[in-house]
C-alpha cells in the first residue's frame, strides 16, 4: 500500500470509530492490511468489544424513546386522585422535573418543563446504556448529541422571537450599546450558533470515552494473557463511576437548556442586571 493512502487511512481512524463506523475494540488498533482486507471482501465485522455502527445506536435510541412513552401512558392509564404505587412515582418525577426546571428559569419556567424534562431523562436513560452488557449508549455517537443539540437550539431561538418580538430577538445580538453593535454582534452570533456543538461535543466526549474505558478494562484480562481470570469483573468500579456520570451529563445538558431558554425569555431583565443566579448556575454548569 502506497504511503499516503497508508497516512490517510490511519488519519481517518480517529473519526471513524467515534462515529461507529469501524469494527475492533477501542483502545486496540488492527492491522491496516487486515482492516483493508475485510473491507475489500464485504465482510462484516463481528469483533468482540466492536464499537457498533450509526444504525444500531439509533435502534437503541428509538428503543429508549418507546420505552418513555409506554411508561407515559402507563401512569396515565388509571389516574386517582390521591396517587399510589406507580402513579405516585411519576408524578414524582414530573414535580421534581418541574421544581428542577422553574428553580433555574424562574417565574413562567413551568411551561419549559415538558421539553427540559423529556431532554434529561431521554439522555439519562441512553447514557445508562453504556452499562448494560451488550448495549452501547446512543450518546456515544456524535450525530446523536449534535442532534439533541439542533433541537435545543432551534426551540430556543423560536422562544426568543415568540417573546420579545423579531425586533427584541434581533436587538439581543445587538447589545447594550448600539454604536459597538459591528464589533458586538459578530461575536454574539457566533456564541449562538456555537452552542449545538458545544452541548453536542461535551455530551459526547464523557459519554464516549467512558464507553472505551469500560470496553478495555472488560477485555484487559485477556489483552494480557490472563483468560483465566476473565471472569473478574475488574471494570465494575467504573461502572458505578459511570452511572453518576450518566446523570450528571443528562443534568448539564438539562441545565444548560434552561439557561439558554432563561436568557432568551428574560431578556428585558437581564438588561436590568437581573441575571446574577443565571450567570452563576452557566458558570457551574460550564465547568463539567
Not at 458505578?240 to 431558554?261: E, K, N, R, S
Amino acid at each position: 500500500m502506497p504511503q499516503s493512502a497508508l497516512h490517510n487511512l490511519r488519519s481517518q481512524t480517529p473519526i471513524l470509530l467515534a462515529q461507529g463506523e469501524t469494527g475492533g475494540a477501542p483502545g486496540t488498533e488492527r492491522p491496516v492490511a487486515e482492516t483493508t482486507a475485510a473491507e475489500g471482501h464485504g465482510g462484516e465485522k463481528n469483533d468482540v468489544g466492536a464499537v457498533p455502527d450509526a444504525a444500531l445506536l439509533f435502534t437503541n435510541a428509538v428503543m429508549i424513546a418507546l420505552i418513555m412513552v409506554a411508561f407515559a401512558l402507563a401512569a396515565r392509564r388509571k389516574l386517582e386522585a390521591v396517587p399510589k404505587g406507580f402513579q405516585n412515582f411519576a408524578e414524582w418525577i414530573a414535580e421534581s422535573l418541574n421544581r428542577f426546571t422553574v428553580g433555574i428559569i424562574g417565574e413562567g419556567g413551568e411551561k419549559y418543563t415538558p421539553l427540559v424534562g423529556t431532554i434529561f431523562l431521554y439522555i439519562f436513560l441512553m447514557n445508562m446504556l453504556s452499562v448494560v452488557p451488550g448495549f452501547h449508549a446512543p450518546t456515544a455517537n456524535l450525530s446523536t448529541t449534535l442532534a439533541l443539540g439542533v433541537v435545543v437550539f432551534v426551540y430556543v431561538q423560536y422562544q426568543g422571537i415568540r417573546n420579545n418580538g423579531l425586533g427584541g430577538y434581533l436587538k439581543h445580538f445587538v447589545g447594550p450599546m448600539p454604536a459597538l453593535s459591528p464589533l458586538i454582534m459578530p461575536v454574539e452570533l457566533i456564541s449562538e450558533f456555537i452552542k449545538p456543538f458545544t452541548l453536542a461535543v461535551r455530551l459526547f466526549g464523557n459519554i464516549f470515552g467512558e464507553d472505551v474505558i469500560l470496553l478495555v478494562l472488560a477485555g484487559l484480562t485477556t489483552t494480557m494473557g490472563m483468560s483465566y481470570l476473565s471472569w473478574l469483573p475488574i471494570q465494575f468500579p467504573v461502572m458505578l463511576l459511570a452511572t453518576l456520570t450518566a446523570f450528571v451529563q443528562a443534568m448539564v445538558f438539562a441545565i444548560l437548556t434552561c439557561i439558554y431558554l432563561s436568557l432568551m425569555s428574560h431578556h428585558e431583565h437581564g438588561e436590568h442586571g437581573e441575571e446574577g443566579p443565571i450567570d452563576d448556575a452557566h458558570s457551574h454548569a460550564t465547568g463539567h
